[in-house]
């Protein structure tokens, strides 16, 4: 029987022109494909988004409006080529790992509708996704953590033993999710015991439950407050939420 840490598995990362999947644009992405007894391959992005880049984005990812213009490529060619991997890659049957990947998935499903082209789901169907969140598989396996922000992608990589030096580049982070992703498959063996579609299910129900309790927290202090339940993908009509 095959094992996570056998078969041939992608990892993808998006870095944007800021943090609402709703109405923000990708400026670089990557993906990661390893494993399954064949060499690693990287493929990257760096698009032009056609908005400015605020220098909060920047600050994060060093690309600027200048680097961008002059380099990047066409949003609907880049954003065609993402989707393009994912939707094979997914009909091969390939775990797809991203950290957080509610934003991931909703920033270029909403990129792709901006731009007039099909969607991940438009390619491959509704049908229950191979899709992996080591986010969402930690909070489900780790319930309390002392400390602010130890659920961001860093610290959960060097608790699970994973050290990278090149953080906040689309491939640095995409590799660190798959990491993280081939650690938690070890580590929790009820993983492993999960097929695709009751792991899609599981991920699912998780994320609605950990947001759920996470907008009752921050409804004691902010009666307005609201997180967003859906995973993999947010909704159009509905509200940015929490992306820690």
Not at 50 to 63: L, N, S
Not at 150 to 157: Q, W, Y
Not at 161 to 174: F, I, K, M, P, R
Request: aromatic letters at 6%; hydrophobic letters at 40%.
């Amino acid at each position: 029987m095959s094992t996570f840490a056998d078969v041939r598995r992608l990892a993808w990362d998006t870095e944007t022109t800021g943090p609402n999947p709703l109405q923000d644009r990708i400026v670089t992405a990557a993906i990661v494909v390893r494993g399954g007894g064949r060499d690693d391959r990287v493929f990257s992005w760096l698009i032009n988004p056609g908005i400015p880049i605020p220098a909060e984005a920047t600050e994060v990812h060093k690309v600027t409006d200048a680097m961008a213009q002059a380099d990047g490529q066409d949003p609907k060619t880049a954003l065609d080529e993402i989707a393009t991997n994912l939707a094979r890659a997914i009909a091969w049957g390939m775990p797809i790992v991203a950290f957080n990947q509610s934003f991931d998935w909703s920033i270029l499903h909403h990129d792709l509708v901006r731009n007039g082209l099909p969607t991940v789901e438009e390619r491959v169907g509704l049908a229950p996704l191979p899709l992996i969140d080591p986010h969402v598989i930690d909070r489900q396996c780790v319930e309390r953590l002392r400390g602010k922000g130890m659920r961001k992608l860093k610290p959960t990589a060097e608790r699970y033993g994973v050290q990278l030096t090149d953080w906040h580049t689309a491939e640095a982070d995409a590799l660190a999710a798959l990491l993280i992703a081939e650690a938690q498959f070890e580590r929790y063996p009820q993983l492993a015991d999960m097929g695709p579609v009751q792991l899609f299910a599981a991920q699912r129900a998780w994320r609605a439950e950990q947001q759920a309790s996470l907008q009752e927290y921050l409804r004691k202090s902010d009666p307005e407050a609201s997180c967003d339940l859906e995973w993999p993908l947010i909704p159009a009509q509905c509200e940015a939420g929490d992306a820690s």
